[in-house]
């Protein structure tokens, strides 16, 4: 049962970001909902019903990449039910917070297992008392301003306590390599941007700007 729960995850997730991906693109062309709704299913049909080699079309960047994390799962269904019905899950100081862990995680986490230094964060995946006090701690912390955040971290370990994916380690439910690169690339963009933006600012600001009498 577990494993097959974690094959419907594992390629769902990867079904999951097709279906993302492709009503991403269809909103470049229509906005209408049952249309948006058709090219989802056909997207994640396609991912998981389309065999390539006796392989599901799926199962390729799940064979390279591994299972996508819980956390993954939960911004990818967040992003998709955006699009396709206008309400947003995760607001965005949730999301936000949620990809500036993931980018700090990765940025110190992936070099560290690659044996630069004695120690290894992934190990204490394995034995994740330590991981799950750090954990919750943020939960705690961002639970009454970033609510839908702390709900996907706790998501995360509950998943890992019931065994979900492949993996026996907590690092797999809560970060993947996908999700890391891309956060990484999301925060970079929003620094630069964040630089950027004071000049541009100014720039504009004498043709905004209106005289003490012309205020309401």
């Given at each position: 049962?577990?494993?097959?729960v974690?094959?419907?995850?594992?390629?769902?997730?990867?079904?999951?970001a097709?279906?993302?991906?492709?009503?991403a693109l269809?909103l470049?062309?229509t906005?209408r909902r049952?249309?948006?709704?058709?090219?989802?299913?056909g997207?994640?049909?396609?991912?998981?019903?389309?065999?390539v080699?006796?392989?599901?079309?799926?199962g390729?960047?799940?064979?390279?990449?591994g299972?996508?994390?819980?956390?993954?799962l939960a911004?990818l269904?967040a992003?998709?039910?955006?699009?396709?019905?206008g309400?947003a899950?995760?607001?965005?100081?949730?999301?936000?917070?949620?990809c500036?862990l993931?980018?700090?995680?990765?940025v110190?986490?992936?070099p560290?297992t690659?044996?630069?230094?004695?120690?290894?964060?992934?190990?204490?995946?394995y034995?994740?008392?330590?991981?799950?006090?750090?954990?919750?701690?943020?939960?705690?912390?961002?639970?009454w301003?970033?609510?839908?955040?702390?709900?996907?971290?706790?998501?995360?370990v509950?998943?890992?306590?019931?065994r979900l994916?492949?993996?026996n380690?907590?690092?797999d439910?809560?970060?993947?390599?996908p999700?890391?690169?891309?956060?990484?690339?999301?925060?970079?963009?929003?620094?630069?941007s964040w630089?950027r933006?004071?000049?541009?600012?100014?720039?504009r600001?004498?043709?905004?700007?209106?005289?003490?009498?012309?205020?309401?």
């Amino acid at each position: 049962m577990s494993a097959a729960v974690a094959d419907v995850l594992g390629l769902g997730g990867y079904a999951l970001a097709l279906a993302a991906g492709a009503v991403a693109l269809g909103l470049l062309v229509t906005r209408r909902r049952r249309w948006l709704i058709a090219v989802a299913l056909g997207a994640a049909g396609l991912a998981v019903a389309a065999p390539v080699g006796g392989i599901p079309l799926a199962g390729y960047p799940r064979g390279i990449a591994g299972d996508l994390s819980i956390t993954t799962l939960a911004l990818l269904a967040a992003a998709l039910s955006a699009m396709l019905s206008g309400r947003a899950w995760l607001e965005r100081p949730e999301w936000r917070g949620l990809c500036e862990l993931a980018a700090a995680c990765g940025v110190v986490g992936y070099p560290l297992t690659l044996g630069l230094t004695v120690l290894d964060p992934y190990e204490l995946g394995y034995r994740p008392r330590g991981l799950v006090l750090i954990v919750a701690g943020l939960v705690v912390a961002w639970w009454w301003r970033r609510r839908g955040a702390a709900l996907v971290l706790a998501a995360g370990v509950a998943a890992f306590n019931l065994r979900l994916l492949e993996s026996n380690n907590l690092w797999d439910y809560l970060l993947d390599t996908p999700l890391a690169v891309c956060s990484v690339g999301i925060v970079a963009a929003r620094a630069v941007s964040w630089r950027r933006a004071p000049t541009a600012v100014r720039m504009r600001a004498p043709a905004t700007r209106r005289s003490p009498e012309h205020q309401p």
